[in-house]
Every structure is written in structure tokens, then in C-alpha cells.
């Protein structure tokens, strides 16, 4: 399975069925052809090319460190690991990165959620909260004092993150299959979440304000 994935890299890299090593400084590379005597040296040459091309994704990284980056990050090294398995035997440097990338990414996730859970959560509290309703003693009655304000508003923007946590989780769940259960994970949990808030919403027919 390694080595196919290997040679479905390989072959990505390579439309004309020779591999061009990218070129250092002004010198120009020559192609390296697929066939068995010499794929070997595509094989090791396509490393070193992703190798750095996985090198100044980090960097981006560590730049901003954004979903977006994270996963663009992710990608190339997940590329790159049956590559590094065929030519040095070994794929562990590779999975040293994606299991490093794969833990912020859920961490950026995961915290984003918490906070989304704990702003509904908190305005759920404050709106079941039990108010007098008219005058004590002269037909006053408790009742729920509901969401006020911004408060509608803010369980929208809420919502909105749980639905945009839900849909970055996901992909990142079709990108990475080997961590795919941790991502539809926080898919899950911030789904649940927005429907909490939907349900907020509903209660205190705040929908459409």
C-alpha cells in the first residue's frame, strides 16, 4: 500500500513520465525517467523537493497559524510520508509532523468549540433566568427573562463559528483519514452545539431578530 501510494505520488509529480528535480539556484535540473533502473533517484529526488516544500509550509505556519496553513501543511507531509517509507525505509519524520499538525489543528478547533459551547451555555442560563413580571401583589408573576439586547446576535455569531468549526472539521477528517475519528469528533460536538443555540433561539422566538 506504501509503495503505491508512493508511485501515485511519484507519478502526480511526473506527467511525462520523468520527474524534473526543482532546480537549485540557476542551474536547470534534468528529468529523471520513471523507469525501474532510475525511478530509485526519482524516488530520493522527490523527497528532497517536498521535503522543502514542506519546510516553507512550517513556515507559514509559524507565521500564522491558521486552519487553512495548518492543513496545507498537512497535506504535503501526509504526501510526502509513503515517499520518505520507500526511500529511507522509515516514514517517521514525516509522521513526527503530521501527528505535530494534526494536534493544532484540533487544538485551534477544539478550543473554538469550548468557547462557542460556553457562550451558549452561558446565554442559556441568563435567559431562563426567573424575573417578576408586573407588580408583587397585584398580579405579578415570574417569568423567563429571555434574551435581551445583543444577546440574539450573539448566539447567531456563535452558530455561526460551530458551523464553520463543523465544516472545517470535516475537512480536514477527508484529507487526513488516519485521524479522521478526531475530526468528525469536533464536527459532532459543534454541530450539537449550534443546534443548542437553534433551540435558544426558538425558545425565546429570537429566530429572525
Known sequence: MTEASALETLL??????????????????????????????AYAALLVDLQAD???KMKAISRSKTLPNIKAALIKYEEMAPVEK????????????????????????DDAAKKAADQIAML???????????????????????????EPKDVKAAMATCNQLQAAAKDFAASSKKHAT?????????DATAKDGYKLLQQFHAVDR
Do not use: H, W
Open 182 to 190: 478526531e475530526f468528525n469528533a469536533i464536527a459532532t460536538a459543534a
Open 54 to 56: 514542506g519546510a516553507e
Open 12 to 41: 502526480k509529480y511526473s506527467p511525462k513520465c520523468a520527474y524534473v528535480p526543482k532546480p537549485k539556484g540557476d542551474a536547470k535540473s534534468d528529468p529523471i525517467s520513471l523507469d525501474a533502473a532510475t525511478r530509485e533517484k
Open 86 to 109: 520507500v526511500v529511507t525505509k522509515s516514514d517517521d519524520d514525516a509522521q513526527k509532523q503530521i501527528d505535530d499538525l494534526v494536534n493544532q489543528a484540533s487544538t485551534l478547533m
Open 124 to 150: 442559556t442560563e441568563n435567559a431562563n433566568i426567573s424575573i417578576m413580571s408586573g407588580i408583587i401583589g397585584v398580579g405579578g408573576a415570574p417569568r423567563k427573562r429571555g434574551l435581551v439586547g445583543s
